[in-house]
């Protein structure tokens, strides 16, 4: 027993292909840079290393417990203890 098939291709076909997809980018885009906006503007998931939404450090705070020492982890994964602002 022999099975076969074919696939045939039209341009009109791979147009209207391309053009859904090409929207579905779209969306998908505007919803990221929607959802962004709202986040900076209501300033969700700032640390006090933030100066505000849209002026993001990229650091996090960490807090080391036992001693009470804070730590900056940049988002390539350095850590350094956290210093004062003016100098003691």
Known sequence: ???SF???????GVAKAINAATI????????????NNVRN????GLDDSD???FHRSGFVVQ???????QYLVTP???VTPRLA???H
């Open 41 to 44: 503007r209501l300033a969700i």
């Open 76 to 78: 390539q994964g350095g």
């Open 63 to 69: 807090t080391d417990y036992k001693t009470g020492r």
């Open 1 to 3: 027993m022999t099975v």
């Open 24 to 35: 579905v980018i779209i969306v998908v885009l505007a919803a990221y840079a929607i959802t």
């Open 85 to 87: 602002a003016e100098p």
């Open 6 to 12: 074919s696939i045939t291709f039209t341009r009109a």
């Open 51 to 53: 100066q505000d939404g």
